[in-house]
């Protein structure tokens, strides 16, 4: 369910200024419900020990429960039906507060805002169990297995009880940016852009209730509390240097208290060898700041074949990229123009979650290493085994990988046409075209993705299909349109990686 209010308001102070003033209220409430849990799992987070964070709950049903008539010790294994679905509600209410001023003074026109963005949510859970109670219940005989007839409300309510958390982040900001033409080229007027910024960030998320203790089955841990300033400067320039050629260049500075200074420069330059032919390339260069969640003491439990821990690491550093673009837009006839864009991106410092792949390797299963920990192929991971010497689970911190290479083509193909009194028929035709989309790890290991279901640690099994494409018709009469339109997704194979082979 959402709930979006909006308002804004303008005041014309004279002829060159004006004030204006906007403000936001967004709801949103989400209800989920899943399947009862189990009372074991193959390990959650122990925030205690970073250094063997796995804790494996197993349930134990006693030689002399009154539901037990092996009459020795066993494993329980339980769907609690009886305690309900694995349910979840979050509500999430955002406000946003915009002021600013914008005009024209000294042949610059110029805004400057003031801000201020805020996010509470509300996130409750059910059904979840409570290992140490669980199992101090089934000791003393009070949880019965499959009869709730038996069981106290009081015990079920203790074994099970609400988990709500209240997670709050915030954003306030202070931005400066103006412009203006300064002399005339023969191409036409140069124009320059320049501007400032300053943000602050906070955000508190508290674990839910006894992940702290690692005492929720099968539900990992997460917390983090973070504030940090952000301050940054910039500045554009436009050159159209003849009709037929135009170059563009910008900067920008950004400088992050939690770790220290970033500059990203772009260059560009568009070529007119026709009126209806136009070529393009840029370079560009960008970073992204560690997360808090990334960097700070938290962890976050994900499940494909075997368990996965993720491990906030504060020594992550920022990620960066290089992006290289090359194209070309041509008007054959009036109303269609087809546009062609080859790209390429390189990206280090990658800051990735714990990779079941790059962690595990070609380790399999393994009797003699039955209830061990060994490990894993990356610094500061590990390969847990369960009782039958099966892999359960792997656990390893954000690190920053080597790099990420990918390259492709984009295609646009758009026709307009004048059907008279009927209306307008329009269509346009979007291609993504992946050649390679390869990692490469600190230690010269690569894996290729592009056509594969993977990457599993950063698509979450989304696969990376090759191609891509969408076809629209929109049609127009009056005040009234209608568009239909078709996407396409390539295949991929149910691998992680080209090469590998699937585990059985």
Known sequence: ERLNLFTRGALQINDQTTAYLEAGMFLSRTRATGTPSGVNDNGVFNPADPANPLVTHTTTLPATHPDNPTGVDRTLSLLTTDLGGRNGETKNVVSRLIAGVQGSAF??????????????????????IRHSVLQAAVNDGTYRVNQPGLVPQSVRDAISPELTRKPKSSVSLIDAKASRELFTLPGGRLGVAVGAEYRQEKSDTPPVPFTDVSDIVGLGFSAYDSKRSVKALFGEVTAPVQKWLELSAAVRTDRYSDYGSSTTPRVGVKIKPASNLALRGSYSESF???????????SSLGFTTNAIITIGDPSVKPETAKSFNLGAVYEPIPGTSLTVDVYRIERKDEILPADPAAILG????????????????????????????????????????????????????RHRMNLGSVGKLTGQLNVTHVNSFQRTLADGTSFEYAGTHGPIVLSSGGGTPKDRATLALTFERANWAVTGSFNYVGPVKMIDHKGQTVRQ
């Open 362 to 413: 070609d380790a399999g299963s393994d009797p003699a290493l039955a209830n061990q920990r060994i490990a894993g192929r990356q610094p500061n991971s590990f390969i847990y085994y369960d009782a039958d010497g099966e892999i359960a689970a792997v656990s390893g911190p954000y690190i920053n990988a080597a790099s990420t290479k990918t390259d492709g083509v984009d295609l646009e193909l």
């Open 107 to 128: 042949d610059w026109d110029y805004e400057i805002g003031l801000g201020h963005i805020r996010s509470d949510l509300t996130d409750t859970s059910t059904g979840f």
């Open 288 to 298: 992204r700041a560690p997360g808090p969640t990334e960097s700070g003491n938290s």
